[in-house]
């Protein structure tokens, strides 16, 4: 017996995605449906995050991804870049490669949101250039941008695991609050960006 969503969403992502330590229902992915399902109660928020993952990693996945999909997404969720931030990786190279991932989502017709990580201020002006990035690549696709990870959160103990960095339940949730306004207009402009 098939089960039909009347909305689906595909979350495709790094361990911010996944929920790196957490039960799957704690992941942003698991609190994002439950939350969504207070208003769509037969939505379901497909968990495509992968620890460690960057954006050429991604890109690598991305066609796997896509064939494993038993039903077309309403709306894709892009949240990549912050290990490649970690890791020192070239922006152009960033900007390259969630380029490819935007391009290839919109060659299939599958509207997106993308989600913009902001580098922390200490990095200054690399740090914005890198920020700059979601910005200018929503602008090019025309999809939606909204930023993922609330001010306050990284560094936080309360709201992270003991490395300070990947969010525990209560900062996934916090997450998912704070980025479900922009998922809710995603949703409603995505036959719009479809077109």
Do not use: W
């Amino acid at each position: 017996m098939s089960v039909t969503y009347d909305t689906l969403i595909l979350a495709f992502g790094d361990s911010l995605t996944e929920g790196y330590g957490l039960a799957r229902s704690q992941s942003f992915a698991g609190q994002l449906e439950t939350l969504l399902q207070a208003r769509h109660p037969h939505a379901s928020v497909i968990n495509a995050g992968l620890s460690g993952d960057t954006t050429s990693s991604a890109v690598a996945r991305l066609p796997r991804v896509l064939s494993q999909l038993t039903a077309r997404p309403d709306l894709v969720i892009v949240e990549l870049g912050a290990n490649d931030l970690l890791r020192g990786i070239a922006l152009e190279t960033t900007r390259a490669n969630l380029d490819t991932i935007l391009t290839e989502l919109k060659r299939c017709g599958l509207p997106v949101l993308l989600a913009q990580m902001d580098a922390p201020r200490f990095l200054g002006a690399f740090g914005q250039n890198c920020t700059a990035i979601y910005a200018e690549l929503a602008k090019r696709h025309g999809t939606g941008l909204a930023p993922f990870l609330p001010p306050g959160l990284l560094g936080n103990p309360a709201l992270t695991l003991r490395d300070r960095v990947h969010p525990n339940a209560a900062g996934t949730t916090l997450i998912a609050k704070g980025f479900l306004p922009a998922v809710e207009a995603a949703l409603a402009a995505a036959p719009a960006q479809a077109a």
